[in-house]
């Protein structure tokens, strides 16, 4: 009896996986991990428990020899290469983004969860029909661009299509729920004001148990109102590392960050770069081409401040933010480990 078939994975920024013809498929060796060095298995075993790290995808040929054992390519990766990928030391998340564009039902999810082990977690974005107040003009929204979004901040669309194949899906092995809210003209959102309000009445319409994360992408969204929105329903705020968004200490502080349920980053670009200018100059994404150690420092200090107050914190790495999402990763394991040494003493985060 065959194998069933593994889910793909949707990375907008390297293009939708497309499965070529049965009959054109050629015999291909499977995808195992690489074999990791004494010194990073070492490192994952000294990871504090409760820091998840991970990468925005896991589809990618470039990272033969740092996560995969051979090359690959990405159609075999994305049904294969999960499993190697989840065997990495320090890789303890992995970034779902193909549910932005769309949901999947419960039985993708149970697919992923069944590839991984137990201590394992997923971040998923929630569907974007969430989050737009309007659809954007854009030629993929079809009849519906420049419209009003019926579906916006709706928590019965959200019940159904979102977080209820979620919850069935993933299991113990779900992560944070991330509702990712692109930049958007906040008069769409009714205003900073109404914003908070209707953000208030959708979660607190929302079943009780996942972990829901938010993130804005308009920093004057990052009020006292939607502070306390948060924290009344029990949703954590994302921190994201993104050069339109306020550095993330201040991010920290602005939402009451060590404060939530849990810690969520996502580090997505340097401060200098578009994706498309990132991509050009980073692809295959096999090195650290322009390491950011400030960022890196700040994340490390921020993993042992959600540590030191019993939150689990998750990190989510882009490979344009540094070059490799992978070596990313394990440099920013390196600093929390040095970190944790050192009794967390050097350079607190002053976010509290």
Not at 29 to 38: F, K, L, N, R, W
Request: neutral net charge.
């Amino acid at each position: 009896m065959s194998a069933p078939r593994r889910p793909a994975q949707f990375d907008l920024f390297t293009g939708a996986v497309e499965e070529p013809p049965a009959s054109s498929r050629r015999r291909t060796q499977p995808v195992g991990p690489a074999e990791p060095s004494d010194s990073l298995r070492m490192l994952g075993e000294q990871l504090p428990r409760g820091v998840y790290l991970g990468t925005s995808s896991w589809t990618f040929p470039g990272w033969n020899g740092l996560v995969y054992d051979h090359e690959a390519s990405t159609t075999q990766l994305a049904r294969e290469g999960l499993a190697a990928y989840s065997h990495h030391p320090v890789l303890r998340t992995v970034g779902i983004d193909r549910t932005f564009y769309a949901p999947v039902p419960a039985t993708t999810f149970a697919e992923y969860a069944a590839q991984v082990p137990d201590g394992f977690r997923f971040l998923v974005k929630a569907h974007e029909a969430c989050t737009l107040a309007r659809f954007p003009v854009h030629d993929r929204y079809g009849a519906h661009r420049g419209q009003v979004n019926d579906r916006f901040l709706q928590a019965a669309y959200a019940v159904d299509h979102v977080v209820a194949p979620f919850l069935e899906g993933l299991g113990d092995k779900a992560g944070p729920l991330v509702f990712q809210f692109p930049p958007q003209d906040p008069a769409a959102l009714g205003g900073a004001g109404r914003f908070v309000e209707r953000l208030h009445a959708f979660f607190s319409a929302l079943p009780r148990g996942p972990l829901y994360a938010v993130e804005v992408r308009n920093e004057e969204l990052l009020t006292e109102g939607f502070a306390q929105a948060l924290a009344d329903t029990g949703v954590s705020p994302v921190l994201a590392v993104w050069a339109h968004m306020p550095p993330v200490a201040r991010q920290a502080k602005l939402t009451r960050a060590f404060e939530a349920r849990a810690v969520v980053v996502r580090w997505m670009l340097p401060p200098n770069l578009g994706y498309e200018e990132a991509y050009a100059r980073y692809a295959p994404f096999n090195r650290l081409v322009d390491e950011d150690v400030g960022t890196r420092d700040v994340l490390a200090r921020v993993c042992m401040a959600a540590v030191r107050r019993d939150r689990p914190v998750f990190v989510t790495i882009n490979n344009k933010a540094e070059g490799s999402a992978p070596l990313s990763a394990v440099r920013l394991a390196e600093r929390v480990v040095s970190h944790k040494e050192e009794g967390g003493q050097r350079g607190a985060v002053h976010a509290t």
